[in-house]
């Protein structure tokens, strides 16, 4: 298996996703908060490209939950923002309509996988299980900020890299992206929130006051048993172990 890291998606080509399990972090906090939704015991999650969308939807579809954010805020009339510790068992079963600023846009410009998931540092472990059992070349795709880089991004890729080869050592990294990923992960891992409150999802977050979910979101393997599982526009729950 070969593995390559993306830092962004308009860095991807005809290749990177086409017959690959290809797995999108938005670590602040999309994929984050569609782990917790998901462990909340929500049915699944729709994702949409914008929060016109969203209404648009919710306007033919009745009784779904509104989660999203715009400028890290809740939009008006949405039920709840994009913070993963409001999911809690009060919302089991329900559907979700979700949008976001760079997440949920990456999830859809990944349609054309072979298998796609979401991924966070608190599933790490997790979705590196279901990449060695599906046995196909990876891609980990960052979702980035705004169209650059975000740190917390390719920490969350290194952090699935570093599981991924304990249970796949004869995985090979593709490039050097694969490479950093993994250095910037082990190089952060004795102080993530740190790391992640460091970057500018981070600091957008913090000038939001939402600092509680950086904590949340470098909590590594919080959820060792859920990983969101991406079919069609919708993202359902795919037990592990």
Known sequence: MKVDVLFLPRHADSESFAGRSVVVFDVLRAT??????????????HVFPDTPAVRKRASE????LLCGEE?????EGFDLGNSPAAFTSEYADRTVFMSTTNGT???????????????????ASAVASVLAEAGLD??????????????????GAGAVLAAFNRKAPTAT????????ALHLFESSRGDLSRALADGDGGRNVIAAG???????????DRFRHVVGEVKGQKVQMRQVG
């Open 32 to 45: 984050t908060t569609m782990t917790a939704a998901l462990a909340a015991g929500v049915r699944e999650i």
């Open 173 to 180: 990294p593709a490039s050097d992206a694969t490479r950093i």
């Open 138 to 155: 990876v891609t980990l795709l960052c979702a980035g900020t705004n169209g650059r880089v975000a740190i917390e991004d390719v920490i």
């Open 71 to 75: 400028r890290c805020l809740r939009p």
């Open 105 to 123: 846009r990456a999830i859809l410009a990944a349609q054309d996988a072979a298998q796609l998931f979401v991924g966070a540092l608190v599933n």
């Open 210 to 220: 939402l600092r509680e979910d950086i904590a949340f979101a470098a909590s590594v």
């Open 61 to 64: 579809v009745s009784g779904a």
